[in-house]
């Protein structure tokens, strides 16, 4: 079965310092990926999505980045972190073109920025 | 831009109650909507919805689609302390020839179910 990871649980981070959160997939292959943010009261907004190794997609200007280094790996990062990065991050994975469609989140990072 | 809108916000029941929960949507080549409930951490899987009319059924949770009308309905019968959570709604749009690949899906707020013992 598939099971997805996410590290770390929770992150406190200056502001202005670095971002790394990890996200790994265990079970499939070639999984479309997702990073997601859940601010406090708001719904979830997409950051980024992957169909493949090196292939991101941004869909919000910030001052993130994400990176998929291999196939069940993806990663988020900041140079500098903001006040406003604060909020619950949540990775996804779902089976690139298959019979299921349901998109299956991984635990999440609770990161506070402060 | 795809939308997607819940109703209510919130809702407070008490246990043994029926409630139920509304998503409307605005989405460009609708292919389907999803379910989800969000308790402490990540969303977990409810219903995946693509056809008007059919009733998906899990136990006491049951939820339609009407692609006429754009939108969905989660009912619970039943409630318990348990079904405390948040409910996300989500659709999902054919991705296009120049976006092949991508099945991303644009989530609403959330309502957030309160039962109370």
């Known amino acids: 079965s598939q099971t997805i990871h996410q590290w770390p649980a929770t992150l406190v981070q200056p502001v202005g310092s670095p971002l790394s959160l990890e996200c790994t997939v265990e079970?499939?292959?070639?999984?479309?990926l997702y990073w997601y943010r859940q601010a406090a009261g708001r719904g979830l907004q997409l950051l980024f999505y992957?169909?493949?190794?090196?292939?991101i997609s941004s869909e919000v200007p910030q001052n993130l980045s994400a990176s998929r280094p291999q196939d069940r790996q993806f990663i988020l990062s900041s140079k500098k972190l903001l006040l406003s990065d604060s909020g619950f991050y949540l990775c996804?994975?779902?089976?690139?073109?298959?019979?299921?469609?349901?998109?299956?989140f991984g635990p999440g990072t609770r990161l506070t920025v402060t | 831009e795809d939308k997607v809108v819940q109703s209510p916000l919130s809702l407070v029941v008490h246990e043994g109650d029926t409630v139920t929960l509304n998503c409307s949507y605005e989405?460009?080549?609708?292919?389907?909507l999803l379910w989800y409930k969000q308790e402490k951490k990540a969303p977990t899987f409810l219903f995946m919805l693509?056809?008007?009319?059919i009733e998906k059924k899990s136990g006491r949770l049951s939820s339609i689609l009407d692609k006429k009308e754009l939108f969905s309905i989660l009912n619970i019968t039943a409630t318990q302390t348990g079904d405390s959570a948040v409910y996300l709604c989500?659709?999902?749009?054919?991705?296009?020839?120049?976006?092949?690949?991508?099945?991303?899906?644009?989530f609403g707020t959330g309502t957030r179910l309160t039962i109370i013992p």
């Open positions: 996804a994975w779902k089976v690139w073109g298959g019979v299921r469609y349901e998109q299956y």
């Open positions: 079970g499939t292959s070639n999984p479309n």
């Open positions: 992957s169909v493949g190794i090196g292939q």
């Open positions: 989405v460009t080549n609708f292919r389907s």
């Open positions: 693509t056809s008007s009319g």
């Open positions: 989500a659709v999902e749009a054919f991705p296009s020839i120049s976006n092949f690949g991508n099945e991303k899906l644009t």
